[in-house]
Structure formats: structure tokens, C-alpha cells
């Protein structure tokens, strides 16, 4: 599928090689986000509002922590600190809206889309910080 993936902003965006900054839990707004580094690009978001699969080496975890308005639990979403400092090694979607995307400690993560068939991911790459 494809590598590139739209952004708020309406281009297409590759994250390949993109390093992870920062992960941030927030009560407003997508529960998740990613703030990811790129030499060439600088900042991109990647932001999470639904359930998130975390494939690692030993086994599948679910993270339900990250739906709006149903759940918000940062203790359930902490696996997904151990993406700090990792690159993004291959992104792929799905034909129903779907996101994997692979890191190079060898975990792989999964958004999907949620009841109404929307992505539950988004990337944004304007007016962003490291503060």
C-alpha cells in the first residue's frame, strides 16, 4: 500500500526515518501523539483517538485507553513510551483506512478507523514544538 500518508495540510508526508521526540497523553483532544523528527522535514504529529495494537517481540497488546469520550487511561498507554528515541522503519495503509506502522526495535503499530469507518489517526505537520 501506500508510504506516504496525507496530512492536515493536504500534502502527503513519508515518515520514513523519522525519529520519535516525544509521546504525549492528553485528556483534550486525540488522547495520543506522536511528535516526530525528520532532519529534512522537521516536526510531524502523528495523533492517535482510538484503540491502538502494539506488536511486539513477546506478543500483541490492545490499548483502549485512547478513545474519546469512552476511555482516557494513560497507565494502559505507557507501553507506547518504549517508542522514544526509535525510527520509523515502514508505514503502510490499509484499503479500509487502516495504519501500521514499523519501528526499528522491531514493535509494530496499528490504528484503525473507528465505528463510523473514519481513521483514527492524523497527521499534522504546521505550528508545532518540542515545548
Known sequence: MKKTLPASDGK??????????QVRFCAGGPPVRFVLMDEHRGLVQLSIDGEIKLQLPQGEMRLTGAKPGVTFDPCELSPLLGL?????MDTETTPSGGLEITFSNQW????GVDDYNYPVWHVRTQ???LT
Open 12 to 21: 502527503r508526508i513519508n515518515l520514513l526515518g523519522c525519529r520519535v521526540e
Open 84 to 88: 522514544l528515541g526509535t525510527q520509523v
Open 108 to 111: 509494530s503499530l496499528f490504528a
Open 127 to 129: 505550528e508545532l514544538s
